[in-house]
């Protein structure tokens, strides 16, 4: 599944039927935010103990609605068992997850997985 909005694109990956990869690549802003909200919203409504990453690899820029939304995922994800980390976060999208308390929450994904 692929989906995108201005953009921003999300691709969904299956890994072995153990871990199902959000990849986000684009800007998350104001604009893009609810296009993510809306993808992961869809994926945790169907799953039940499956372990999701969300790989930022391909996000140059993430602003507090884009924060807001991982929050969310992660409160969605915790009520239907499933662990919520992100991956491959960019220093500058890194740190702002920092900053904001968001990733020592969240997790980060070991490296190469």
Do not use: Q
């Amino acid at each position: 599944m692929s989906t995108s909005a201005a953009d921003l694109r999300i691709t969904l990956v299956n890994i072995d039927g153990y871990l199902l990869r959000v990849s986000v690549a684009g800007e998350v802003d104001f604009a893009t935010s609810g296009e993510l909200r809306a993808a992961l919203d869809a994926v945790l409504a169907d799953l039940t103990g499956t372990p999701v990453e969300v790989d930022l690899a391909e996000v140059p820029f993430l602003d507090s609605s884009g924060v807001h939304v991982l929050l969310d995922a992660y409160g969605w994800a915790a009520a239907r068992d499933c662990p919520l980390v992100v991956a491959n976060a960019r220093p500058v999208v890194r740190r702002v997850l920092e900053i904001t308390g968001v990733l020592a929450l969240l997790g980060l994904a070991p490296a190469g997985r």
